[in-house]
């Protein structure tokens, strides 16, 4: 039985009939001609998500992303460094200095993996030969575009350690769709790059463009594809989703180009207990006096473990 037909048969009520519902929609509008912008916030990239969407940017099943950039940088880490990763099972039971040895080890711990500083230092080292050359010649890029250079210019490709095709940043350079990583600050090399500032390595933040050039880029991109609609898919909550929602009301209410499309499909997978004021346990229908969403928007809420259903989704979604 494929996974699709298990679904259909198995999945019938509450959260799993949710998810085979928006499974449905989400391949019905993409196989029309619209287009799917997705949002991936918590730690998605370490969890390995690429296996699974790495071949949705392939089949052409996403069209662009908005992540944290720890995401975005997670993926790079897993490419190149995957084997040197700790795996902790046990990680609800570790103690103070359990976790103080792993940091001594030189591990940073994100759940129950283990990431090694090595493969952080490693990527400091080389894109600060980029930002340094961007200073010096008075250039501003997007975070990302440093990070896609490295790709370009194969320093990378010995050190795979995961097969490339499990590789969804590695899939969206070779595809080229755009990759917005709100407030990049917050990540390791967000924080490196602005320590490299602050003792005088750089002499400039401007080698990177703010984050309102970011939403200009894709307010840009939102008009140029949304002829058939565009729908929003949503992984978890935070800045990544937030971001780029907030792109059309951006359109109708500050461009007042009132004859765009609001977004044509909303689905988040959420763990969030619903509300408390939180941006991430909004249910959907919030999103219409912010002019998000139309009331005929179809729309969709899975309370569950992204890491589970994700995969799932995608699977259905490419007919497998």
Known sequence: MSISAFM?????HFNAREMVEAAKTYKSMV???????MSIAGAMSTAELGISLAEMIRQDKVHAISCTAANFEEDFFNLVAHDEYELCPNYRDLSPEDEFQLREGGFNRVTDTCIPETVIRHFEHNLLEYWKEADEKGEQHFPTDYFFRLLKDGKLQEHYQIPPENSWVLAAYEKGIPVYTPGWEDSTLG???????????????NVIHPGTRMMQDLVKWYLEH???GIGFYQIGGGIA??????????ILQDLELRDSNLWSYFCQISDSTTSFGSYSGAVPNEKITWYKLSKESPKFMINSDASIVAPL???????Q
């Open 8 to 12: 259909e048969k198995h999945y019938r």
């Open 31 to 37: 196989e029309g001609g619209g287009k799917m912008f």
């Open 191 to 205: 924080n490196i790059f602005a320590a490299r500032v602050y003792d005088g390595t750089l002499s400039t933040h």
């Open 226 to 228: 949304e002829k058939k």
């Open 241 to 250: 989703g937030d971001f780029a929602i907030c792109a059309v009301p951006l």
């Open 313 to 319: 989704m995608f699977a259905y979604i490419l007919g």
